[in-house]
């Protein structure tokens, strides 16, 4: 842990532990988890097989398969020794199991965003508006009845709607 730590808006030195800047007035309590290093937003790190190893296995395996399917066809023929035949396809079939299991042995790391913990509460500002709802005048105009320019030209031929309008119609 540091032992002089500063606010970052005024550059005034505090303590840890202290809430806010007395000179700012600056919240101070994610400074002192990110030096501490207990912020949240440090990334997760997962572990999953690697993929890319997986296939390259699973190629390997179903080449040792088609080499033994070949060999097993051919050898009426007798183009070449029986042995060699078994050999390689016994040689795909091992590499291809072994790097299937490498891929599980020698896993690719994952880093993700830690997501914001969903014990604090929503501080979100709720207002009941149901008093002012018999207050307010309904809106003169609908959303049928704008019309969009079709070109530059037309642009200036359009009026200009006010946002406000319908609701200061009737102060006077």
């Known amino acids: 842990m540091a032992d ?24 101070l309590d994610g400074v002192s988890q990110i030096v501490s290093g207990e912020d949240e937003s440090k990334p997760v790190v997962t572990r999953r097989p690697n993929f890319k190893l997986f296939r390259i296995g699973i190629s390997l395996f179903i080449l040792g398969l088609v080499i033994g399917l070949i060999n097993g066809a051919l050898k009426d023929f007798e183009l070449f020794p029986q042995s060699y035949g078994k050999l390689v396809f016994m040689l795909f079939v091992a590499a291809g199991m072994l790097t299937l299991g490498a891929g599980f ?8 965003k830690q997501k914001p913990s969903s014990a604090s509460p929503d501080t979100g500002v709720k207002l009941d508006t149901a008093p002012l709802a018999g207050s307010l005048n ?3 105009t609908s959303a049928d009845d704008i019309v969009f320019p079709k070109d530059e030209r037309e642009f200036e031929k359009a009026p200009a709607a006010s946002v406000t309008e319908h609701t200061t119609r009737n102060l006077d």
């Open 138 to 140: 309904a809106a003169h």
């Open 4 to 27: 002089n730590l500063y606010c970052p808006r005024c550059g005034k030195q505090f303590s840890y532990g202290t809430s806010f800047c007395r000179t700012c007035g600056l919240s």
């Open 105 to 112: 042995l020698f896993p690719t790391k994952k880093y993700t």
